[in-house]
């Protein structure tokens, strides 16, 4: 393996914990995605051009509820708000980076891979830390090894969906995925507060009753759930030192 820079093999390495977690999660967003309507050439098609499975497994949801495309989408990009954050703090280190792995680098950006750059690129003395081509290698490593295990697990997820009948009543395994994610990620009080205020605001979205029916049109719920979570959640990190925290976790 002498012919594998020596980064590549550290960042496939330190993700390989990683990579075990999320394959139930990968397995159950390919089952979601048949079980919502979707054909498994789209199914397959939207875990490939969207990559990120918590906004995936919304989009997912959502589409099962026959929701508005357009509130699909600001959903979607509500949830990922939060990589704009991690791209303006990971940029410096793609300074001398061509612009062409920019590129790739920017569609393969997750939670966990900009986690555990970050983490190596800030180890050790000044010295000692990877250059330019090291830093770039080290995160592809990391990224690449989670979209190709995330898309062989959705993969396999879409194949078993076609197969499990109605009656085992999958839809309820997206909101148990959340649920999954939800809970170890509260670990201080910004998280806490968008957790608590984003879900509070959702359900209060399905159960107020406008027009004599219960819950908001067009599935806006869950949209101003998003949306109001993470406006609290910011507002109270401004408060705090205003540093980027990240989960090791699924959501990405």
Known sequence: MSFIPPEVRRGVRDVS???????PFGLVAGVAAVNAGLSPLQAVGLSVVVFAGASQLAIIDLLGQNAELVVVFVTAVVINLRMMM?????????????????????????DQAYALSIARYNE????????????????????????????????LGILLGTGVPDAWGLEFAVPLVFLALL???VSNRPRLVAAVV?????????VVVVGGSPGLPFNLGLLLGALAGVLAGAAV???????????EEVSH
């Open 17 to 23: 914990p990683i990579l075990v977690g999320i394959i």
């Open 86 to 110: 991690y791209s303006a703090s990971i940029a410096p280190h793609f300074r001398r980076v061509r612009s062409r792995w920019k590129a790739v680098s920017s569609y393969l950006l997750t």
């Open 124 to 155: 050790g003395a000044p010295a000692e830390r990877p250059n330019s081509n090291e830093r770039r290698n080290y995160y592809l490593a990391v990224a690449a090894s989670l979209w190709i295990v995330w898309q062989v697990c959705t993969v």
């Open 183 to 185: 809970v170890p990620s």
């Open 198 to 206: 984003g879900g509070g605001v959702a359900v209060a979205g399905e």
């Open 237 to 247: 990190a401004s408060a705090g030192d205003g540093t980027v925290e990240t989960d």
